[in-house]
């Protein structure tokens, strides 16, 4: 297991949610929803300077069998966006079901789909980052795939 933190990302067409991990990669906490628009250059290098990130994991929401949606091309162009506007790497992993599963979570807890609005966001990302390190704790290896820049343009 790499150590180091990590920030995971919960793309979404209105907001954006965000996790961090602790240093040594065990456990991933929530950090923030971000709406859209907002989810710029400046948000991003401030999240990764403030958390000390080494690495920026993106949801990659694939349908079920495992291929492209509108949403997986969209999270596909904000990692590219956040790859070209950060100094650290960032990973595109799998993560089919992760909203599903926070609001599972969520309505476990007793909240609603309209009051949990503003957290499912953060609790996917959570999800979505918990799954990657564990992933990596078990493989030996990084999760999913890194997201080359285009530092041409």
């Given at each position: 297991?790499?150590?180091?933190?990590?920030?995971?990302?919960?793309?979404?067409?209105?907001?954006?949610?965000?996790?961090?991990?602790?240093?040594?990669?065990?456990?991933?906490?929530?950090?923030?929803?971000?709406?859209?628009?907002?989810?710029?250059?400046?948000t991003?290098?401030?999240?990764?300077?403030?958390?000390?990130?080494?690495?920026?994991?993106?949801g990659?929401?694939?349908?079920?069998?495992?291929g492209?949606?509108?949403?997986?091309?969209?999270?596909?162009e904000?990692?590219?966006?956040?790859?070209?506007?950060i100094?650290?790497?960032?990973?595109?992993?799998?993560?089919?079901?992760?909203?599903?599963?926070?609001?599972r979570?969520?309505?476990?807890?007793?909240?609603?789909?309209?009051?949990?609005?503003p957290v499912?966001?953060?609790?996917a990302?959570?999800?979505?980052?918990?799954?990657a390190?564990?992933?990596?704790r078990?493989?030996?290896?990084?999760?999913?795939?890194?997201?080359?820049?285009d530092?041409?343009?």
């Open positions: 297991m790499r150590p180091g933190v990590r920030l995971g990302v919960d793309v979404g067409k209105a907001r954006v949610g965000i996790a961090v991990c602790d240093r040594d990669g065990v456990i991933a906490t929530p950090v923030a929803t971000i709406a859209r628009p907002d989810a710029d250059e400046r991003f290098r401030i999240l990764v300077e403030e958390h000390g990130a080494m690495e920026v994991v993106v990659l929401p694939l349908s079920l069998n495992g492209d949606t509108a949403s997986t091309t969209d999270a596909r904000f990692a590219l966006a956040v790859a070209g506007w100094d650290v790497p960032v990973r595109l992993v799998d993560e089919r079901l992760s909203t599903v599963s926070a609001q979570a969520l309505h476990a807890t007793g909240r609603g789909t309209k009051r949990s609005r499912i966001d953060q609790v990302a959570v999800i979505i980052l918990q799954n390190l564990d992933t990596e078990s493989a030996g290896r990084p999760p999913g795939s890194v997201v080359e820049p530092r041409e343009g």
